[in-house]
């Protein structure tokens, strides 16, 4: 069955970068996309980007566009948030999802705070 | 962007009754392929989202018959035929047309 695994909890400083992790399993993860999603305190889901896993081909939304990049490891049937320059607005779990959010991760909070 | 706007944005059901959420975007979701990319998904206390509906109203692997999705164009509507206590939780709609993809607000569903 498909599974996406993703990395533990982060607590960073403000101005800090985080990475987070997905690994996927039960599909072909080289011939499939993945989105990555966060959902702040009390706040709707907001998209971050998406990859597609074939090409590396990626695409933003402009509110994180300058301060995301999200890569993947075929090899390791991995996909890869990171964010930069973290401010306390940044404070939310994220969440990766594969294809059209069929499946989604079990979500990683990350908290920004100094 | 496409906005997508939900409503209402919470809904207290009595058990057993049903529940219909609406979800409005400010522009035709029907893509240059000739499909609706409009999917509605459930999100649990605690849980990640789950898809629920895909292409406005095709359910997907194992989510009961109790939810129909329907609309087209900007208008869409899911209903639960007969509310049950794990369908308890936030739901939402999400356009897949265009990028950015967007999120409607979230409709809460709770036991009356």
Not at chain 1, 14 to 22: D, E, Q, T
Not at chain 1, 73 to 92: F, G, I, K, Q, V
Not at chain 2, 52 to 69: A, E
């Amino acid at each position: 069955q498909v599974q996406l695994v993703q990395s533990g909890a982060e607590v960073k400083k403000p101005g800090a970068s985080v990475k987070v992790s997905c690994k996927a399993s039960g599909y072909p993860f080289n011939r499939s996309t993945m989105h990555w999603v966060r959902q702040a305190p009390g706040q709707r889901l907001a998209w971050m980007g998406w990859i597609n896993a074939v090409d590396g081909n990626t695409k933003y939304s402009q509110k994180f566009q300058d301060r995301v990049t999200i890569t993947r490891d075929t090899s390791a049937s991995t996909a890869y948030m990171e964010l930069n320059s973290l401010r306390s607005e940044d404070t939310a779990v994220y969440y990766c999802a594969v294809g059209a959010f069929d499946y989604w991760g079990q979500g990683t909070l990350v908290t920004v705070s100094s | 962007d496409i906005v997508m706007t939900q409503t209402p944005l919470s809904s207290p059901v009595t058990l057993g009754q049903p529940a219909s959420i609406s979800c409005r975007s400010n522009q035709s979701l029907v893509h240059s392929d000739g499909n609706t990319y409009l999917s509605w998904l459930q999100q649990r206390p605690g849980q990640p989202p789950r898809l629920l509906i895909y292409k406005i109203s095709n359910r997907f692997s194992g989510v009961p018959d109790r939810f129909t999705g329907s609309g087209a164009g900007t208008d869409f509507t899911l209903k639960i035929s007969r509310v049950e206590a794990e369908d308890v939780g936030v739901y939402y709609c999400i356009q897949g047309t265009q990028f950015p993809r967007t999120f409607g607000q979230g409709t809460k569903v709770e036991i009356k």
